[in-house]
């Protein structure tokens, strides 16, 4: 996968293309993904453009405590009291597509293992 780190989620954070922003801070933001997976799919993302989980660095580890933290702070917004998954696709084998960092939490249904 490439190191380039200008992708949609760039344009989604400048507001040049339309999503359902459901929370923003000074290093996050959190907006529905557009094809929803679940009946609550919401992404977090680093307003820094890491491009994907092995691309953290050690300098980055407040930052990652926070995208977890705006994790559950999201997931309490829209009301998932029974539990939620949280997932990071990374990587082609891992399945990413967009290659800036991000957070899946999917919810409002019953989750299922293995996942595919
Ligand atoms: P991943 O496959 O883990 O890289 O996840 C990328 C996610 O971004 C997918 O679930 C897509 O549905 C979602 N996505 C792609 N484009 C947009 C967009 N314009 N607005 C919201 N979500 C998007």
Do not use: C
């Not at 705006?70 to 009301?79: L, M």
Request: glycine fraction near 8%.
């Amino acid at each position: 996968m490439s190191e380039t780190t200008e992708t949609i989620f760039s344009k989604i954070m400048r507001r040049e293309i339309p999503a359902e922003i459901v929370y923003e801070d000074d290093l996050a933001i959190a907006f529905k993904d557009i094809h929803p997976q679940a009946p609550v799919h919401i992404l977090v993302i680093p307003k820094e453009p890491i491009p994907q989980l092995a691309s953290v660095e050690s300098k980055d580890h407040a930052l990652m405590g926070h995208l977890l933290l705006t994790v559950k702070r999201v997931a309490q917004q829209a009301g998932l009291n029974n539990g939620y998954r949280v997932v990071i696709n990374t990587g082609s084998n891992g399945g990413q597509t967009v290659n800036h960092l991000h957070l899946h939490i999917l919810g409002g249904r019953q989750m299922t293992w293995p996942p595919g």
